[in-house]
């Protein structure tokens, strides 16, 4: 046999082969059932949903970040003795990043009674970094990770 000969016979073979399968294509698509009419695909008007209260929304998104608290150099605390005790309060801290606000418990010595100084800024890595300077020398950066957590923090001069 010669090469021609062995090649159309490939030819006829792989012609043959589709020829069956384009039969069992088209014995298929006859026996089966036929479409319904476009309209009848639609779907059917049923009555609305019952509202659902929607969860209430938490500051800072659905669930609670996880807050880490850090003190750096030497512990906070006042150089008067007679200080007045410490300061619990919440920061309502807003996200440079994303510009949403989220409170914060700290806990602040007793001699930081005045307004601090803030200032903000957008860090590497999606991070958003907002400072906090008090007059007595008090120091609290708050770090906001892209991943949703917030690390606090303490410095003192």
Same mark, same amino acid.
């Given at each position: ?6 090649? @159309?016979?490939? &030819? ?6 589709? @020829? ?5 294509? @088209? ?19 049923? !009555? ?23 003190h750096?150099?030497?512990? &906070?605390? *006042?150089?008067? *003795?007679? @200080? ?12 440079p !990043? ?8 700290? *806990?602040?010595? #007793? ?9 903000s800024?957008?860090?590497v890595?999606?991070? #958003? ?7 007595? #020398?008090?120091? &609290? &950066?708050?770090t906001?990770?892209?991943? #949703?957590?917030i690390?606090?923090?303490y410095?003192?001069?």
């Open positions: 046999m010669t090469h021609l000969s062995k090649f @159309a016979s490939a &030819i006829g073979l792989c012609g043959l082969l589709l @020829a069956v399968v384009g039969a069992i294509r @088209a014995n298929d698509v006859r026996n089966a059932e036929p479409l319904p009419p476009p309209n009848a695909l639609s779907p059917v008007p049923s !009555a609305p949903a019952p509202a659902v209260p929607a969860p209430p929304e938490m500051p800072g998104g659905n669930c609670c970040p996880c807050i880490e608290y850090r750096h150099g030497r512990p &906070i605390c *006042c150089c008067d *003795c007679n @200080a007045p005790p410490e300061i619990k309060t919440v920061l309502q801290v807003k996200n !990043a994303t510009c949403c606000v989220v409170p914060i418990p700290i *806990c602040l010595p #007793g001699c930081c009674t005045d307004e601090p100084c803030v200032s800024r957008c860090g890595l999606g991070r #958003g970094i907002v400072r906090y300077d008090y007059c007595c #020398g008090v120091k &609290i &950066i708050v906001f990770r892209a991943c #949703g957590d690390v606090v923090s410095y003192h001069a």
